[in-house]
């Protein structure tokens, strides 16, 4: 990548295009947030509905004090410790956060990405940048270039190609916007180290919790039906579907002598597992097969962020 096209990168994003660019999670689809038309443009080129906040993205955890109306001690703080990497704060906006931004809530959503190509856009741009990830609304998330074009390239007409996603799977979420700190979505940045940075507990959502409408419903899906099964299941269930066109997704090799199973081995450790997971689950819904079963990963804390993207991605 030349400074040139992040020069032009920028002049697109300052004249209010769209800039799909990479992160150290997943690909995103940038706009400049200080301008509501371009954010617009942002929506309708996902589908996304319009009450949907989108994360602000910015070069420094310095900015902090212009996007939030408040910036509480713990936010400094995790900022210092995680940033730039896959952690988004969400606080008390400042009056000037657009609505479309905020999804019409009183808070935003901010981060510093770790991925170089990322940092050079935003500090040549030198604003914030809002980007959801770079796929249509409810769809798996990109983590190439090559994603991204399969997912949005006749609606943008500015893809910077970083290579794969790190990370693999978006970025943790932790709203401090009230007194405790509240994990929103879960991410490689666990609420155990969290806790451990700030010296008390990351809490789970109550009722009066910010909205993170995402991270909610049923998302990051591939048009296959996909089911959850435990490890020691799984060789009764391929027996059971025997005549069907199956995929699977394990941490364990092929057993010998399947026939009509496309078998997709994933990395055992988590952070490798993460970095592969929505090029496989793509790979694997391309196939055209009847079902995809993933074999269930560990329901371990460090494991909490990739078995909610699973669970999402599940039909059943
Ligand atoms: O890793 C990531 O976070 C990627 C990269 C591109 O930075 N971005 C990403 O954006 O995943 P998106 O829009 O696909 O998901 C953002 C999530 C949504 O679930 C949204 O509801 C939540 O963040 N969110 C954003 N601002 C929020 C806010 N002010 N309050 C609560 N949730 C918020
Ligand atoms: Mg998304």
């Known amino acids: 990548m030349t400074d040139e096209e992040i020069e032009e ?50 070069a420094e955890a310095s900015q902090l004090k212009h996007w939030a109306a408040e910036v509480p001690r713990a936010a400094w703080i995790l900022a210092e410790k995680f940033w730039p990497g896959p952690l988004t704060l969400v606080l008390r906006r400042a009056p000037h956060v657009s609505d479309l931004v905020t999804g019409g809530q009183d808070t935003v959503g901010i981060r510093v990405p770790g991925h170089p190509l990322a940092l050079e856009l935003l500090k040549a741009f030198d604003g914030g940048v809002a980007a959801p990830s770079a796929n249509r609304f409810g769809r798996i998330s990109p983590t190439t270039a090559a994603h991204v074009r399969e997912e949005l390239g006749d609606r943008i007409s500015l893809i910077l190609d970083g290579g794969p996603c790190t990370v693999g799977i978006e970025s943790t979420i932790v709203d401090l ?39 909610l419903e049923s998302h990051y899906a591939p048009r296959t039906p996909l089911h959850l099964i435990g ?11 025997r005549g069907k066109k199956i995929a699977v997704l394990a941490r364990t ?7 009509d199973v496309q078998w997709q081995a994933a990395p055992r450790a988590v952070a490798g597992y993460a970095h592969e997971l929505y090029a496989s689950l793509r790979r694997l819904d391309a196939l055209g097969c009847d079902l995809i079963l993933v074999e269930a990963p560990p329901a371990m804390p460090e494991w909490q962020g990739v078995n909610d993207r699973l669970a999402r991605a599940s039909s059943a």
């Open 177 to 215: 916007s009230r007194a405790r700190a509240v994990l929103l979505r879960p991410g490689q940045i666990t609420p155990a180290r969290i806790a451990a940075v700030l010296g008390a507990e990351v809490e789970l959502p109550d009722a009066a919790a910010p909205r993170a409408p995402g991270a």
């Open 231 to 241: 490890a020691a299941e799984l060789p009764a269930r391929l027996a059971a579907l």
């Open 9 to 58: 990168a920028a002049r697109v994003l300052r004249k209010g295009g769209l800039v799909a660019f990479p992160t150290e999670t997943v690909y995103g689809l940038g706009a400049d947030a200080a301008n509501a038309g371009a954010v617009r443009k942002v929506f309708a080129a996902k589908g996304r509905p319009a009450d949907h906040p989108v994360i602000v993205h910015v």
């Open 253 to 259: 090799e092929a057993p010998s002598g399947l026939r």
